[in-house]
């Protein structure tokens, strides 16, 4: 697959913003209750604190694998080359591409339902059609603001990601300042015992707390934009986990040592809840306002990374190739934009309980687990150039590997059975595809 034809001009400040954007958003000030709400208690803090080292972990694997193949389209192209030969060649891009199709949008969608979630601290008695309505305006919004030229999309991007600083360094910084130790860490009796339910409970807030950090590998999806891709990749991956894992743990103990935490996990708006306590009604509105400007910034790095996935898939010849079109003076992948936009726009008809785990068990399998494979298959052939490489090899991708089994198996019965199930689909209409004399996906080579 060729990058070429687009621009290599995103530098790390715009590759930091991108992946923060995405990362926080609107995800913690909707997901906070529910986290809390999983293991009953303060002692959630360890779901975000596992997820922090996960997200590390997993973060190298992505390192290696997109300064090693800086092409437009992350797991896509790796997934292709690492297989390339090999009947899997075909299998695995392309269930990747299937399985993307769904949980890419689905990911778009859960900005969506927060943001009009949020929005009913503003507009008080708003209905779930008010809700639904709200969800698909800002969906056009979206898309029309990435209909445009790269260049003015990274400074965009840039705005958008400062808007979301200022956000949460006005929580954490009202928190800090109303600390209250004592209700901060008001732990249940046996908090932290050893049983079925806490293992549990600490996979699903595992799996929220993924869910807020992902994004951090948001820049390998457009990585054929990026100048010096094997230098400005992994830093910005590692800066924007780190920073994020602060932001969430100052973030999270803050609002909890103001609201205490029985309060919290029932919250529909904890972010406007926790600054109307300290400061009233106004303060609170306009916080709700600027967290609405942050669920605008993480769903626009969404669409416009995800939508470039199908565009490689497409400028491969291995998806429809409608959607390999470039805009004729934008130069940007615009068929993909409105495309994955518009299914986005209709998974905000569905309930975010729903959306989030579903999302997340429909891309593990493949995506997560399958490219941690693709980097051992890569790392063994003598030939090929690392330009980067993980500290103290395997033991990042084999935590991250854990990590991923472990929120995939403790996910609940009902979302084990949709990942399997989107799998099992996706093989069959693969073999449905191979067998009648189409192109097979992996014949193309990718480029670097």
Same mark, same amino acid.
């Given at each position: 697959?060729?990058?070429?034809?687009?621009?290599?001009?995103? +530098?790390?400040?715009?590759?930091?913003?991108?992946?923060?954007?995405?990362?926080?958003?609107?995800?913690?000030?909707?997901?906070?209750?529910?986290?809390?709400?999983?293991? +009953?208690?303060?002692?959630?803090?360890?779901?975000?604190?596992?997820?922090?080292?996960?997200?590390?972990?997993?973060?190298?694997?992505?390192?290696?694998?997109?300064?090693?193949?800086?092409?437009? +389209?992350?797991?896509?192209?790796?997934?292709?080359?690492a297989f390339r030969g090999t009947r899997l060649g075909g299998l695995?891009?392309?269930?990747?591409?299937?399985?993307?199709?769904?949980?890419? %949008?689905?990911?778009?969608?859960?900005?969506?339902?927060?943001?009009? #979630?949020?929005? /009913?601290?503003?507009?008080?008695?708003?209905? %779930?059609?008010?809700?639904?309505?709200?969800?698909?305006?800002? +969906?056009?919004?979206?898309?029309?603001?990435?209909?445009?030229?790269?260049?003015?999309?990274?400074?965009?991007?840039?705005?958008?990601?400062?808007?979301?600083?200022?956000?949460?360094?006005?929580?954490?910084?009202?928190?800090?300042?109303?600390?209250?130790?004592?209700?901060?860490?008001?732990? %249940?009796?046996?908090?932290?015992?050893?049983?079925?339910?806490? *293992?549990?409970?600490?996979?699903?807030?595992?799996?929220?707390?993924?869910?807020?950090?992902? /994004?951090?590998?948001?820049?390998?999806?457009?990585?054929?934009?990026?100048?010096?891709?094997?230098?400005?990749?992994?830093?910005?991956?590692?800066?924007?986990?780190?920073?994020?894992?602060?932001?969430?743990?100052?973030?999270?103990?803050?609002?909890?040592? @103001?609201? %205490?935490?029985?309060?919290?996990?029932?919250?529909?708006?904890?972010?406007?809840?926790?600054?109307?306590?300290?400061?009233?009604?106004?303060?609170?509105?306009?916080?709700?306002?600027?967290?609405?400007?942050?669920?605008?910034?993480? @769903?626009?790095?969404?669409?416009?990374?995800?939508?470039?996935?199908?565009?490689?898939?497409?400028?491969?010849?291995?998806?429809?190739?409608?959607?390999?079109?470039?805009?004729?003076?934008?130069?940007?992948?615009?068929?993909?934009?409105?495309?994955?936009?518009?299914?986005?726009?209709?998974?905000?008809?569905?309930?975010?309980?729903? @959306?989030?785990?579903?999302?997340?068990?429909?891309?593990?399998?493949? #995506?997560?687990?399958? #490219?941690?494979?693709?980097?051992?298959?890569?790392?063994?052939?003598?030939?090929?150039?690392?330009? *980067?490489?993980?500290?103290?090899?395997?033991?990042?991708?084999?935590?991250?590997?854990?990590?991923?089994?472990?929120?995939?198996?403790?996910?609940?019965?009902?979302?084990? /059975?949709?990942?399997?199930?989107?799998?099992?689909?996706?093989?069959?209409?693969?073999?449905?595809?191979?067998?009648?004399?189409?192109?097979?996906?992996?014949?193309?080579?990718?480029?670097?």
């Open positions: 697959m060729s990058s070429s034809n687009l621009k290599r001009r995103l +530098g790390l400040t715009e590759a930091i913003a991108l992946n923060m954007s995405n990362m926080v958003g609107v995800g913690p000030f909707i997901t906070i209750p529910l986290i809390i709400a999983s293991m +009953g208690g303060p002692q959630c803090m360890l779901g975000w604190l596992l997820g922090a080292i996960l997200s590390i972990a997993d973060g190298l694997v992505w390192s290696e694998l997109s300064a090693a193949l800086p092409g437009t +389209g992350g797991s896509y192209v790796y997934l292709r080359e695995l891009p392309f269930l990747f591409i299937w399985q993307f199709v769904l949980s890419g %949008p689905l990911e778009i969608s859960s900005g969506y339902i927060g943001f009009a #979630q949020y929005s /009913g601290y503003l507009w008080k008695g708003m209905g %779930p059609w008010g809700m639904r309505g709200l969800a698909v305006g800002v +969906g056009c919004l979206v898309m029309l603001m990435l209909y445009r030229r790269i260049e003015a999309v990274g400074r965009l991007t840039v705005v958008l990601w400062l808007g979301m600083l200022a956000t949460v360094l006005i929580i954490i910084v009202s928190g800090l300042v109303n600390f209250n130790p004592s209700v901060a860490f008001d732990f %249940p009796e046996n908090a932290f015992q050893p049983s079925r339910s806490f *293992f549990l409970g600490l996979g699903g807030a595992m799996l929220i707390a993924m869910y807020d950090f992902m /994004g951090y590998f948001d820049i390998c999806y457009v990585a054929g934009e990026v100048r010096n891709p094997g230098r400005v990749i992994p830093r910005a991956i590692l800066w924007s986990v780190g920073l994020v894992a602060l932001l969430y743990a100052l973030t999270n103990l803050s609002i909890i040592s @103001v609201v %205490p935490w029985r309060e919290a996990m029932h919250s529909k708006f904890i972010a406007a809840d926790f600054i109307e306590r300290l400061y009233g009604p106004r303060a609170a509105a306009a916080v709700t306002i600027l967290v609405l400007w942050t669920a605008i910034a993480s @769903v626009f790095a969404l669409l416009l990374g995800y939508s470039r996935i199908i565009w490689a898939a497409a400028n491969a010849g291995d998806f429809f190739a409608v959607f390999a079109k470039l805009h004729p003076t934008g130069n940007f992948p615009h068929v993909a934009v409105l495309v994955v936009g518009t299914i986005a726009i209709i998974g905000s008809f569905f309930t975010l309980d729903d @959306v989030i785990p579903a999302l997340l068990t429909t891309r593990i399998l493949v #995506q997560f687990i399958g #490219q941690i494979w693709a980097l051992h298959r890569l790392r063994s052939r003598p030939d090929f150039v690392m330009p *980067f490489r993980m500290w103290l090899y395997p033991v990042p991708s084999v935590i991250a590997l854990g990590g991923w089994i472990y929120i995939f198996a403790t996910s609940g019965t009902k979302f084990i /059975g949709f990942g399997l199930l989107t799998l099992l689909a996706g093989v069959a209409a693969w073999w449905f595809r191979d067998g009648h004399g189409r192109d097979k996906v992996g014949s193309n080579e990718p480029g670097h």
